[in-house]
């Protein structure tokens, strides 16, 4: 039998942080074997905020050395660049006049970016979700593994593939997203309230960077944000305890009632110590293999090219199949 196709995305601006790993890349690399596999580098998505035009490029291939870090293996998984593969932004564009306005000015990415960026809030921006639908469809993707907060834009991929085949013919796949129980949404250390973002890269203690050396983690976690109650459970009220508990769940797998039942007899300063552990051993293996693999650039190309290539395949049939339908020569 043939696999199901999952299709994701990441965008190599700011450093890739803990929160995109337990969200997003933890899963990717833990269900290639189930699926058949297509990730991509999505710096288009990246330039609907200002970039520098030569951090962008260093930080694409950097984001491609570091997902393989993570155990995206080549042989199990299409890895691309999204910008290589111009039917992206053609189907896009497909998808953009078949999107209503009213629809894309209810997206909550949309309205957080526009208010933290408040001077440079352009078309793109208000677009981007079009950009994703065509990621996503244009593989004809049936699930897509994200963390929490691309719920919304995968609701309008759905909305967007059902309206597109019911006017103009069966085409698109209508896909679903795959968020885990755990993970899908770490928040900011410094404050628990804001999910880990690194769009506040400014704030040092914020979040933790896949990078950063075991002092770096210590130190971080060590000022992590967490209450005066002094009881450690997995609460949702009090949300500092409550990330650093599904942090160290993530890595260590354990249920809730054993996690607690370790920290019962326990302080905030144990429960910190042991995170920041989990933490170091987990990303130890992530960051030895990318200190390698960023310098041997041939075989990183080589892997990208490859998989261009295949993505290629997929993108033209179905750019070619959608655009023949809306009557386009
Ligand atoms: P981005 O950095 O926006 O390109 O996000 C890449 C992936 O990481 C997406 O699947 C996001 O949903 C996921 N992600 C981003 N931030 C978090 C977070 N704080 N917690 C869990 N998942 C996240
Ligand atoms: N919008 C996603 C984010 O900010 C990244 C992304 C772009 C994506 N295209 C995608 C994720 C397609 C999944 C599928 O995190």
Redesign the pocket.
């Known amino acids: 039998m043939e696999k199901a196709r999952v ?5 190599p601006t700011g450093n890739i942080h803990l929160g995109n790993y337990l969200g997003a890349v933890k899963n990717w690399v833990e269900s290639q074997d189930s699926y058949e596999n297509i990730f ?1 580098v ?1 710096n288009s ?1 990246a330039i609907t905020l200002p970039q520098n035009p030569k951090i962008l490029k260093e930080k694409t291939y950097d984001l491609c050395a570091m997902l393989l870090a993570c155990g995206i293996d080549p042989k199990k998984s299409t890895l691309f660049i999204q910008s290589q593969i111009q039917e992206h932004t053609s189907l896009a564009w497909l998808l953009t006049c078949i999107t209503p306005m009213g629809d894309l000015s209810r997206m909550t ?1 949309f309205k957080d970016k526009s208010q933290k960026n408040p001077k440079s809030i352009f078309a793109g921006l208000f677009n ?1 979700p079009n ?2 639908s065509a ?2 469809l244009l593989y004809k993707s049936h699930f ?1 593994p ?2 929490e ?2 719920k919304q ?1 995968i609701e309008l991929a759905r909305d967007t593939a059902i309206r597109f085949n019911r006017d103009f013919g069966e085409t698109f796949v209508v896909p679903e997203p795959l968020i885990m129980k755990e993970g899908a949404r770490i928040m900011g250390l410094d404050d628990p309230t804001k999910k880990m973002s690194k769009s506040s890269s400014d704030k040092p203690n914020h979040a933790i960077s896949l990078i950063d050396t075991p002092d770096e983690i210590v130190k971080k976690i060590k000022k992590a944000t967490t209450d005066s109650e002094g009881v450690i459970a997995f609460d949702k009220e009090r949300a500092g305890v409550f990330n650093l508990l599904t942090i160290y769940q993530c890595f260590c797998k354990q249920d809730e009632v054993s996690i607690e039942a370790e920290f019962s007899t326990q302080g905030y300063g144990v429960l910190k110590e042991r995170v920041a552990e989990a933490i170091i051993e987990g990303l130890r293996p992530i960051r030895e293999a990318y200190s390698k693999l960023i310098l041997e650039q041939d075989y990183l190309h080589k892997i990208l090219d490859k998989g261009a290539q295949s993505a290629q395949k997929i993108a033209t049939t179905t750019y070619a199949e959608a655009k023949a339908k809306m009557g386009l020569i």
């Open positions: 299709f994701s995305g990441i965008q991509c999505v998505h990415q981007y950009l994703m990621d996503i897509v994200v963390g907060d691309q834009h």
